[in-house]
């Protein structure tokens, strides 16, 4: 017999306001009993929601790798209340760490440090070192405090497919195999945290994500490497390293001249979504009065882009499209962690 779906609770921090609202608390405390029995609730961060467990529990973090069906050899990200919670759980706490988290923390980085004895097996994927964040999504930070534990968080979505950015994402893509769901609105930043390897001299960035490189070297006082790979004789040291991920179920294409490529496919009789951030130009306007296209106008700055992309390609896998295309973003720092997912998406599973 099917399990019944979550129970979906709304959780508000008016900004006014000096402490959340009774009911607000009540999610809170609904949620960490939860957690602490074991079970699994998705919870609002500012990238994308998060599919929690206790992390120093190895049967709850064995049970979000079977309800995302994601491969045992993809470590998960451990989510912290403080530094203080994240330096409980590191085997160390080398100098960059301690630097990124007094600029960054709560914020979309991720540090890669030397594993505690406490983390679950499973949230390394048996590798030496532990990947740890601390969001700055207020009421995640309250219920990290409530249970009293480190939380380990994927994308609350099942694996490789586009990452959640509401609740309802959320639900449309695991249903009941989350016991949970705490729906805090909308993610305001809308892609996965940076993550900085900083058990390497220089650390080096695994996955790019709203804080560049610049940024990460300015707060370091020292240049930062890119392009970090996954090892080929170890476990991953980080999440979001798969050739394909952050896919959705419609075919995506990155053409280099998606103008020509979006009339091929129009000529071809298919149904396309376009998101293009020149809707005015010539190309756009002459194509889009055919009935096969949906043309989607994105945001011009990366910041905004990255917001509304998750949600956006969410709808386009509503519409019966044949393909999604996709104007390339530009190669430079403010649009890499963009890029970077785009890439993954449009490449062939």
Sequence with gaps: ?????????????????????????????????????????????????????????????????????????????????????????????????????????????????????????????????????????????????????????????????????????????????????????????????????CTTEPPLVLRPGPVGARQLATALGEAVAEGGRPSADGPARAPGQSARHYAPRTRLEMPAQPPTRVADLLAAGRRVGWLTTTPAAADVRRLAASRDLVIVPMPSSPEDYAAVLYATLHALDKRDLATIVVDPPPDTEPWRGILDRLTRAATPG
Aim: charged content about 20%; overall charge negative.
């Design 1 to 197: 017999m099917p399990r019944p779906l979550p129970d979906v609770l709304p959780i508000r921090w008016p900004a006014a306001a000096a402490a959340p609202e009774a009911a607000t608390d009540a999610a809170l405390d609904r949620a960490a009993t939860v957690l602490r029995d074991g079970g699994l609730v998705a919870i609002p961060t500012e990238t994308v929601y998060g599919l929690a467990a206790v992390a120093t529990d190895d049967d709850a973090v064995a049970r979000i790798f079977s309800a995302k069906g994601r491969p045992a050899a993809n470590p998960l990200i451990v989510h912290v209340a403080d530094v203080a919670m994240a330096r409980g759980i590191a085997g160390a706490w080398p100098a960059a760490a301690e630097r990124l988290a007094a600029e960054f923390w709560p914020g979309p980085v991720t540090l890669v440090v030397p594993r505690g004895p406490c983390i679950a097996h499973g949230v390394t994927a048996g590798g030496d070192t532990v990947a740890i964040r601390c969001p700055a999504h207020p009421l995640t930070r309250r219920l990290i405090q409530r249970v009293g534990a480190p939380l380990a968080a994927p994308s609350a979505n099942r694996s490789l497919s586009v990452s959640p950015t509401t609740a309802a994402h959320v639900l449309e893509s695991l249903g009941d195999r989350v016991d949970l769901i705490l729906d805090g609105g909308p993610c305001a930043r809308g892609i996965e945290s940076t993550v900085v390897d």
